[in-house]
């Protein structure tokens, strides 16, 4: 796919762009580009078309108050980084697996197909756009986010037949900010994220509305993050609101819950799946409850938890709380294999350590 490229007039002066890098945030500040392909569907027979494959400068998007992602959330998205690397070169990870599951989840949401190698050429054209937005210190890194939206203005319920798929780009520290410090987790009880035939194995926008209210409970009791249980019996642990969940168990074991549907497979859950295998470790996908969490701290089986995902890598979890109950050690320090892991996974993404699955994508 050709882009074309309308450079911003108003791009940020090197001392603004300056002050952004020096303390990045996470989510906060965009830089001056933006990748946009707009599709339309076919008449009777005839397949539909992306077109218009441009990078313009960043703004705001002029859209009909009727489109349909105002009112029906016809909306997913992606999340990845890109690295730069020692020698100035910037890299992304494992993008055709994001590109593959943008387009499950737009299975899911009715929206159209995106080519895989469209996708990757849209990121591959904002770094380039952007490049001096790329930050090189510890742990940074410049956070892509993949979007579609269904634009067309119409409010009967059915498909949309006007799509945008967009990209921006955000400059990013250390997720939770700060050194590593184990985590605490409240257990949403109250609330689940998804539900059988639902869109919990989908990138979408709608789940993570669903999942604010428990976030709130979860600050109103002093943790970063809420747990959600399987919607069915309340007792399997399925994934955090934005972030999938290992067990480190003792006899190197790693166990982390199977995907039913319910559960968002993540790029850096199956990343872990095989840094664990290739360093002889037994992984197990599985079914794990609340209760056996529960023994397992108290009995030794369970070592170490953590969570994963792209905007915080690998986060230990200190402790569960379960209303009044509290499993796991607060204080306790992050684990020698959470760390293990984490060092090896951000060491192939930052080019120290050697990419032997072949797993990185040069973007400039
Ligand atoms: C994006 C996401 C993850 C993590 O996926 P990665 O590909 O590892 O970033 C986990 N759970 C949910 C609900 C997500 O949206």
Redesign the pocket.
């Known amino acids: 796919m050709e882009f074309t490229e309308e450079l911003s007039q108003q791009r940020k002066s090197d001392q603004e762009r300056a002050a952004v890098l020096a303390n990045p945030g996470f989510g906060d500040f965009f830089t001056d580009h933006t990748a946009v392909i707009d599709w339309t569907a076919g008449t009777e027979g005839v397949s539909g078309t992306w077109a218009n494959a441009r990078i313009e400068p960043y703004g705001p998007i002029a859209l009909d108050p009727a489109a349909s992602v105002l009112h029906y959330g016809q909306e997913i998205f992606e ?1 990845l980084k890109a690295y730069r690397h020692a020698d100035g070169t910037v890299w992304t990870f494992r993008p055709y697996a994001n590109a593959a599951r943008l387009n499950r989840s737009a299975e899911r949401l009715a929206l159209p197909q995106l080519d895989e190698g469209a996708f990757v050429e849209s990121l591959r054209r904002i770094v380039q756009a952007d490049i001096d937005w790329v930050p090189s210190g510890d742990g940074e890194a410049l956070y892509l986010r993949p979007f579609m939206i269904a634009t067309e203005a119409f409010l009967g319920v059915r498909a949309a037949r006007e799509v945008s798929y967009r990209v921006i780009a955000s400059p990013a520290g250390n997720y939770f900010g700060g050194e590593l410090k184990p985590v605490g987790i409240w257990v949403s009880h109250n609330y689940a994220r998804a539900g059988r035939g639902g869109t919990g194995a989908a ?1 979408c926008g709608g ?1 993570y509305a669903a999942s604010l209210i428990a976030q709130l409970e979860a600050e109103e009791n002093g943790c970063k993050q809420v747990l959600f249980l399987d919607p069915f019996n309340n007792e399997a642990v399925e ?1 955090l ?4 969940v290992f067990f480190v168990m003792k006899n190197n074991k790693l166990v982390t819950p199977r995907l039913t549907g319910t559960i ?1 497979e ?4 199956s990343s872990i799946i095989q840094l664990a295998q290739d360093r002889g470790m037994e992984v197990e996908e599985r079914t794990i409850t609340l209760g056996e969490w529960r023994e397992g701290i108290a009995n030794g089986e369970i070592q170490e938890v953590f969570a ?4 915080a890598v690998i986060t230990p979890i200190g402790v569960l709380k379960n209303g009044s109950e509290q499993i796991g050690d607060p204080e306790a320090p992050a684990g020698e294999v959470t760390m293990a892991l984490r060092t090896e996974l951000l060491g192939i993404q930052t080019g120290v350590v050697s990419d032997r699955h072949g797993w990185l994508e040069q973007l400039a």
Request: charged letters at 20%.
């Open positions: 999340g990138k789940n994934e609101g934005g972030m999938n968002l993540g790029i850096t859950r994963c995902g792209t905007a």
